[in-house]
């Protein structure tokens, strides 16, 4: 049967390793109807904003800005938190708090108009949005896949480390997740999995019919 009025609709978080492909996934359950809140997207939008570029540019100086100082060098501010914790957590006072009110005010969006939610939030436990979450997606991948992932992104070989070190052990991630998704593999065959979760929630109620 479907949800009821009365039941908020389903809220879907992602998690696992740095360079996993959870956006990949997370696209996938968009596919299905499901409304993608990308907290990358947010970040980026948030770290735009001209009070934050001036916050991050008096903790960390012009070289984290481009050579325009409009924008923010992505690339270099990276290198500057993910080797110092101090530094990533002034980062974080800086823009977590903006970024989480962003994300709420989606959240609160889709259930007002009644529709289910994918969490594409890198930080998911660690920002304790899961606590939002009816069901916790593991995105699995092989250490080496996410390794050449990360090199074509241009990282260095110890910043996929660097970055993972900032972040819950990813069998702290498993153990506290719903369902597990194998991204290993082609495209599809992740897409196989979402559609039969999907299925099984729709016929539990939990989702509307298509």
Same mark, same amino acid.
């Given at each position: 049967m479907p949800p009821s009025d009365s039941e908020p609709p389903l809220i879907v978080g992602l998690c696992g390793g740095v360079a996993s492909g959870k956006s990949t996934i997370a696209r996938l359950f968009e596919e299905h109807g499901l409304e993608r809140i990308d907290a990358?997207?947010?970040?980026?939008?948030?770290?735009a904003e001209p009070a934050v570029l001036q +916050?991050?540019?008096?903790?960390?100086g012009r070289a984290a800005l481009d050579p325009a100082g409009t924008a923010l060098?992505? =690339?270099a501010l990276g290198r500057l938190v993910f080797a110092d914790a101090a530094a990533r957590r002034d980062l974080e006072a800086i823009t977590h708090p903006r970024i989480r009110v962003r994300i709420e005010a989606a959240l609160a969006a889709a259930r007002a108009s009644g529709r289910p939610v994918v969490l594409d939030v890198p930080l998911l436990f660690e920002g304790g949005l899961w606590e939002r979450c009816d069901e916790i997606g593991f995105v699995d991948v092989p250490d080496a896949v996410r390794g050449a992932r +990360?090199? =074509?992104?241009g990282w260095d070989a110890g910043e996929l480390a660097r970055r993972e070190a900032a972040q819950l052990p990813l069998a702290v991630k498993r153990s506290?997740?719903?369902f597990i998704i194998s991204a290993a593999g082609p495209v599809e065959y992740s897409r196989r999995q979402v559609a039969r979760l999907i299925a099984s929630w729709?016929?539990?109620?939990r989702l509307p019919g298509r």
């Open positions: 990358d997207a947010i970040a980026r939008a948030v770290s +916050a991050i540019e008096a903790r960390f060098d992505r =690339a +990360a090199a =074509a992104r506290r997740s719903t729709r016929a539990a109620g």
